[in-house]
Structure formats: C-alpha cells, structure tokens
C-alpha cells in the first residue's frame, strides 16, 4: 500500500528518526488517498508539532 511504498523510500536512508503508529486503519489498498494520508501523517511529526513533544523537526517518519 501506499505508507508501505512511502517507508521503503525513507528507510533506505538508513536514518528513520520517528514512527506514526495508525492504529486506526489500515492505508494498505486506498490508492491516492492512502498516500495523502501518510504523508500528511508524516508531515504532522516532522513539522514537530508541539502535541509530539519532540526536541527538534524530525525529516525521516515512517508509518506503522
């Protein structure tokens, strides 16, 4: 699925920094939609959203 395809591209790095674990459903199999979601998802952690309480901006999110 499309958060499947997104992580493979971002852990190739070798430098994940953050996960979004979405409990809520699955993106496997939603196409188009399915990729804006994950990488809204990713984009919310990386942009250090004070809710996150992370110390800095994170570039390298996955989901889970």
Known sequence: ???VALDR???ASGRG???VANSG???TATGE???RDARR???LVAARDEVFALPEP???VVVA
Request: hydrophobic share 40%; charged share 15%.
């Open 9 to 11: 591209a971002r852990v």
């Open 25 to 27: 459903c699955s993106n």
């Open 33 to 35: 939609q399915g990729e």
């Open 17 to 19: 920094q953050a996960i």
């Open 41 to 43: 998802m990713t984009a």
């Open 58 to 60: 994170v570039p390298e």
């Open 1 to 3: 699925g499309p958060a």
